[in-house]
C-alpha cells in the first residue's frame, strides 16, 4: 500500500502505475513586473547584478512570455492566462510559482497551500497570492509546523499522478514535507539539492511526461539520482553548462487533453535540451528571459498552474 508520507530512494517500495491520477490544472497565473528589480542578491545568479537591470525590457520579455502562454489556449492546452499585479516593495514577486502550491485533493476540492518564505523581502508577496485564491474559491491553507517552503519552486507534480517530488535544503527545509504530505493526503519523494546553482527544484527538474524526466544529475545526490529513475522510464541529462547558462531546465512543458499536444516554453538557446524534447514529441517554443535571469529565474518561475 502506497503511504501518504515522505519517501527517500531507500524505502521506494511502488511504481508509477499504483499510483491513483491526477488532473492537471489548466490554467496559468503570472504576476506582471511593474515593480520587478534586483537589489540584493538571494543566489548566486544575482551576484553582480544589483543596479543592472533593463526594466522596459523586462516588460516587453514579459509581455512575449505572456502573449506565448495565451497563444496554447488555441491549442486546447491551456484555458486561461490570469494576472495578478506586482505590488510596490516587492521587487521578485513576478516569480509566481514560490508563494503558494494550488492542489485538488481525492473529492476535487480545490485548495493550496501558502508558502513560507526564506527572505524577508518575498514574505512580503505571499498576502497577495492568496487574496488571488480565495477569490477563486480556494481553501487556503497555512503551514503550522514548517518554518520554510517555497511552493512549487520545489514541490513538482509527477505529471498526472498523485505524486511530488519535494527539493530541499536552500529554501525549502526537508522537514515541511512530512507537514504537506499529511495535508495533501499524497506521497513525497524528497530530492536534496547540492549545487548553489539549482536552489529550487524547478532551476534542474523538468517533467516530461508520465514516463520521462529532465534533469542536471550534478543538482542532485545520487540517491535523489536513484529514486527518479526508479520513477521514471527515461531519465535525461542536461548539461550542467546549459541547465545554468541557459536555464534550459526552468523550461515550462504544457500538455493538451490525452497528452496528444505537448508544448514546452524554454529560453533560447537550450540546444542540447531542445533536441531532447523534441525527440519526446513537444512543440519547442523559444522565448528570451535574459533580463529576469539576471534574478535567478526564467520560465518555470515566471508562472503558477492552478485548478
Same mark, same amino acid.
Given at each position: 500500500?502506497?503511504?501518504?508520507?515522505?519517501?527517500?530512494?531507500?524505502?521506494?517500495?511502488?511504481?508509477?502505475?499504483?499510483?491513483?491520477?491526477?488532473?492537471?490544472?489548466?490554467?496559468?497565473?503570472?504576476?506582471?513586473?511593474?515593480?520587478?528589480?534586483?537589489?540584493?542578491?538571494?543566489?548566486?545568479?544575482?551576484?553582480?547584478?544589483? /543596479?543592472?537591470?533593463?526594466?522596459?525590457?523586462?516588460?516587453?520579455?514579459?509581455?512575449? %512570455?505572456? $502573449?506565448?502562454? =495565451?497563444?496554447? *489556449?488555441?491549442?486546447?492546452?491551456?484555458?486561461?492566462?490570469?494576472?495578478?499585479?506586482?505590488?510596490?516593495?516587492?521587487?521578485?514577486?513576478?516569480?509566481?510559482?514560490?508563494?503558494?502550491?494550488?492542489?485538488?485533493?481525492?473529492?476535487?476540492?480545490?485548495?493550496?497551500?501558502?508558502?513560507?518564505?526564506?527572505?524577508?523581502?518575498?514574505?512580503?508577496?505571499?498576502?497577495?497570492?492568496?487574496?488571488?485564491?480565495?477569490?477563486?474559491?480556494?481553501?487556503?491553507?497555512?503551514?503550522?509546523?514548517?518554518?520554510?517552503?517555497?511552493?512549487?519552486?520545489?514541490?513538482?507534480?509527477?505529471?498526472?499522478?498523485?505524486?511530488?517530488? /519535494?527539493?530541499?535544503?536552500?529554501?525549502?527545509?526537508?522537514?515541511?514535507?512530512?507537514? %504537506?504530505? $499529511?495535508?495533501? =493526503?499524497?506521497? *513525497?519523494?524528497?530530492?536534496?539539492?547540492?549545487?548553489?546553482?539549482?536552489?529550487?527544484?524547478?532551476?534542474?527538474?523538468?517533467?516530461?511526461?508520465?514516463?520521462?524526466?529532465?534533469?542536471?544529475?550534478?543538482?542532485?545526490?545520487?540517491?535523489?539520482?536513484?529514486?527518479?529513475?526508479?520513477?521514471?522510464?527515461?531519465?535525461?541529462?542536461?548539461?550542467?553548462?546549459?541547465?545554468?547558462?541557459?536555464?534550459?531546465?526552468?523550461?515550462?512543458?504544457?500538455?493538451?487533453?490525452?497528452?496528444?499536444?505537448?508544448?514546452?516554453?524554454?529560453?533560447?538557446?537550450?540546444?542540447?535540451?531542445?533536441?531532447?524534447?523534441?525527440?519526446? /514529441?513537444?512543440?519547442?517554443?523559444?522565448?528570451?528571459?535574459?533580463?529576469?535571469?539576471?534574478?535567478?529565474?526564467?520560465?518555470?518561475?515566471?508562472?503558477?498552474?492552478?485548478?
Amino acid at each position: 500500500m502506497i503511504q501518504n508520507k515522505v519517501y527517500s530512494s531507500q524505502d521506494i517500495d511502488f511504481n508509477i502505475q499504483k499510483l491513483q491520477d491526477l488532473p492537471m490544472p489548466g490554467k496559468l497565473l503570472m504576476c506582471e513586473p511593474t515593480y520587478f528589480d534586483i537589489l540584493d542578491v538571494k543566489n548566486v545568479h544575482m551576484e553582480g547584478n544589483k /543596479g543592472n537591470l533593463d526594466k522596459s525590457k523586462a516588460m516587453y520579455q514579459w509581455k512575449i %512570455l505572456k $502573449a506565448t502562454f =495565451q497563444n496554447t *489556449i488555441k491549442q486546447d492546452i491551456l484555458t486561461e492566462v490570469a494576472v495578478i499585479q506586482g505590488a510596490e516593495g516587492c521587487e521578485d514577486m513576478v516569480f509566481a510559482a514560490n508563494q503558494s502550491f494550488p492542489w485538488l485533493d481525492a473529492n476535487a476540492n480545490k485548495m493550496v497551500i501558502m508558502s513560507k518564505m526564506r527572505h524577508p523581502s518575498r514574505q512580503r508577496e505571499v498576502p497577495f497570492f492568496k487574496a488571488f485564491y480565495e477569490e477563486m474559491g480556494y481553501k487556503t491553507i497555512e503551514l503550522q509546523h514548517t518554518p520554510m517552503f517555497e511552493g512549487m519552486g520545489d514541490l513538482i507534480y509527477h505529471t498526472g499522478k498523485r505524486l511530488l517530488y /519535494g527539493g530541499y535544503g536552500h529554501r525549502t527545509v526537508i522537514e515541511a514535507y512530512d507537514e %504537506l504530505s $499529511a495535508i495533501l =493526503q499524497c506521497p *513525497i519523494i524528497a530530492l536534496e539539492l547540492v549545487d548553489p546553482n539549482f536552489y529550487h527544484l524547478d532551476t534542474c527538474f523538468v517533467s516530461l511526461g508520465t514516463d520521462a524526466v529532465m534533469i542536471c544529475k550534478e543538482a542532485f545526490n545520487q540517491s535523489g539520482i536513484d529514486a527518479l529513475h526508479k520513477m521514471y522510464e527515461r531519465v535525461y541529462y542536461i548539461p550542467k553548462e546549459e541547465a545554468i547558462q541557459h536555464f534550459a531546465l526552468n523550461a515550462h512543458t504544457l500538455f493538451g487533453q490525452n497528452n496528444d499536444n505537448k508544448v514546452c516554453v524554454i529560453q533560447k538557446g537550450a540546444q542540447y535540451t531542445g533536441n531532447v524534447l523534441r525527440r519526446e /514529441g513537444f512543440q519547442v517554443v523559444e522565448v528570451d528571459t535574459s533580463e529576469f535571469m539576471k534574478s535567478g529565474g526564467s520560465v518555470f518561475c515566471m508562472k503558477m498552474m492552478f485548478y
